[in-house]
């Protein structure tokens, strides 16, 4: 694509809006005449370009996005195009140097995520399964500068380094505690100083054994095939418009991993509350949660003997039944404890209890699993 200076787009240059907008033949002959900038969603700036050539102005979403992010989208956004708004730009480091950074076409949600039916869940978590898909078991060279969703953030070893880790042969798994840390200890610390009554002794001291058995959590998540993930799609990175498309934005989170914790993110980011069927009936949350992930493994299956053929072994069962209660643990322990614990207020008593809750009922579907950890089996 043509390299604009993102810097200007950002700070509403007409020139560079006016160059940018030419690179589509249809405006060739155009040129922004006002534009009007304003705050968007994850930290990025909605630009509203009005041109001399059209009544109505264009909406785009500009944004710095980090190194990884940039070069994913740069070269494979074709194929999640069905994932993606139209693309004006991205510098990533092949194109420029120091600037990184996306221009996208804005999309406006038609369908608020507090009022979606499970149809509209159904649609996203498929097109999800279908990302998933389409880079199943990546051969190990291909996404070497992504980062891998389960090691510390601090490892800076080669890559050649990681290979038995990331792509272990069938039986030879190894768990190397110090490249794959469960949680921090100082986050239950602060859980415990925070709301004592959530976390017992009894609670802190299986834990704290936990950070020394790190294969409870992390075989079932290592044991399965990865492939590229979003990172964070949660319900609030997802946009249904009245065409019925579903977009997914922020690709900043984009990993490698097991798809289990970006299917665990986007189902625990669903508020918990009955929702319209596909004949109008409001549907227990329990009940349709079983749907949804009935809907994602469907998907996943269809989707694989589209992309790979019919030789692709996997277990829906296993991922159902141990990694994603894992993933939940993980997750919780790494991800939403921490991010409630940084800010808490007066709202955060009762989420945490959530969570811990949830977590509860997942580590004992796990330690039932996992042989020889009785004794640190929370109760």
């Known amino acids: 694509m043509t390299i604009v200076n993102l810097t200007q787009l950002q700070q509403g240059n ?34 509203t370009v009005f041109l001399n050539t059209q009544q109505d102005p264009l909406s785009f979403v500009v944004y710095g996005a980090d190194t990884s992010e940039a070069q994913f989208l740069a070269n ?57 898909a389409i880079f199943w078991q990546p051969k190990s060279d291909e996404f070497d500068w992504l980062p891998f969703s389960l090691a510390r953030q601090d490892v800076n070893s080669d890559f050649s380094d990681k290979v038995n880790y990331l792509y272990p042969k069938p039986g030879q798994l190894e768990i190397d505690d110090q490249l794959f840390p469960v949680f921090d200890l100082d986050i239950l610390q602060k859980t415990r100083k925070l709301w004592p009554e959530l976390l017992t002794k009894r609670h802190y001291q299986a834990l704290k054994r936990l950070t020394r058995e790190p294969r409870i959590l992390l075989r079932p998540l290592l044991a399965l095939p990865l492939t590229v993930l979003h990172g964070q799609p949660t319900i609030d990175r997802w946009r249904v418009t009245l065409f019925e498309n579903s977009y997914l934005l922020d690709w900043s989170g984009v990993k490698i991993g097991p798809a289990v914790l970006d299917l665990d993110n986007l189902i625990t980011s669903i508020p918990d509350e009955p929702r319209p069927d596909r004949a109008g009936r409001l549907a227990p949350w329990d ?48 991800h939403h404890l921490p991010e409630l614990l940084a800010k808490p207020d007066a709202a955060s008593g009762h989420r945490a209890a959530e969570l811990w809750t949830q977590f509860l009922d997942a580590f004992r579907l796990l330690t039932t699993y996992v042989k020889g950890v009785s004794e640190i089996t929370i109760r």
Not at 15 to 41: C, D, G, K, T
Request: hydrophobic share 45%.
């Open 14 to 47: 007409i020139e560079a809006w006016s160059y940018l907008v030419r690179q589509n033949p249809r405006l060739a002959h155009a040129s922004a005449i006002r534009v009007e900038l304003s705050p968007a969603a994850f930290g990025a700036k909605r630009a």
């Open 76 to 132: 494979y956004a074709d194929k999640i195009s069905f994932l993606l708004p139209q693309i004006w730009l991205i510098n990533n480091q092949e194109s420029i140097a120091g600037e990184t950074g996306i221009v996208f076409e804005d999309v406006e949600p038609a369908i608020p995520v507090e009022k979606w039916s499970l149809s509209d869940i159904d649609q996203v978590i498929s097109l999800l399964a279908k990302q998933h």
């Open 287 to 334: 009940s349709a949660v079983e749907s949804i992930l009935d809907s994602y493994f469907v998907a996943l299956s269809e989707s694989l003997h589209e992309y790979h053929g019919y030789g692709v072994v996997y277990s829906s069962r296993y991922m159902r039944r141990f990694a994603l209660p894992a993933a939940r643990c993980w997750l919780i322990l790494n």
